[in-house]
């Protein structure tokens, strides 16, 4: 089994930051092998520093919306990773566009249509601090983007349609996050998942059981490509429509609705509830 994980207001409270409600599900699961597989808006660079501390130890990782895809060793093809970007023994994918040619795109598009928004690479760290609540280091991680570029939008709803039209016939598509747009090539979270799985059954030779837990928009595609789903309750309330007949909706957002989900699907036939632990 695998499970893929979005972590702002999902994993991690989306003020805080904050994961201790998850802390004893994420040891058990590591101690059973199962992979805990981030699928984030954030960076590599975050997600370096951030996967030592949840202790997610040698699981892969898509980072920046699905434009990123870390494999550490054990996930590597010796016939398919001639990849020269193997830094630190891992092996990073990135299957569109990079950032520079998006960061051109947005300021050609900003200024030919006359919109209203801020982009990440035009803010200060501090401003990204205020802006997120992350630390210091966290916001200069968060800066150093790879595949993707998040946007303040300031403008109107019948503004960003065009904007996102604009995007879609550059080969571009626009996702939301929790606070921020962002901007990505021709990818988003379920199709590098997908991705993944597809490496896995190479590596394996046996298609795993996937579940999935993610609260917003742009986990729609990720939660829609999983054997069982767990949509966690937004910290802003945003319908969600997901296309998936295993769904299980939490009551409780961020991490306390990340343990709602897992003791749902896998609480019984899997582990002990972790209500019942200590
Ligand atoms: C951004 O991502 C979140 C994801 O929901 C957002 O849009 O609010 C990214 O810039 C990410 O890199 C950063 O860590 C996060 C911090 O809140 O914001």
Known sequence: RLIFTGLDGSLLDHYSYDWSPAVAWLKRLKQAGVPVIPVTSKTRAELMALRLDLGLGDAPFIAENGA????????????????????????????????????????????????????????????????????????????????????????????????????????????????FWHVVGDVDKGRSLRWLMARFEALRGEVPATLGLGDGPNDTSMLEAVDQAVLIRGAHRRPVTIANPHLYRTRNPGPAGWVEGLDYWLGESFFEPSSHED
């Open 68 to 179: 990123v895809i870390g494999l550490p060793a054990s996930w590597q093809h010796a016939r398919l990773d001639r990849d020269p970007r193997n830094l630190d023994g891992l092996c990073i994918k990135l299957p569109s566009v990079d950032s520079d040619f998006l960061w051109r795109r947005l300021e050609v598009l900003r200024e030919r249509l006359k919109l209203r928004y801020r982009c990440m690479r035009e803010m200060t760290v501090d401003e990204i601090m205020r802006a997120t609540g992350l630390d210091e280091p966290q916001a200069r991680q968060s800066r150093i983007r790879e595949g993707s570029e998040p946007l303040l939008w300031d403008d109107s709803d019948e503004a960003l349609e065009i904007f996102r039209r604009a995007l879609h016939n550059d080969g571009l598509t626009l996702t939301r996050g929790g606070r």
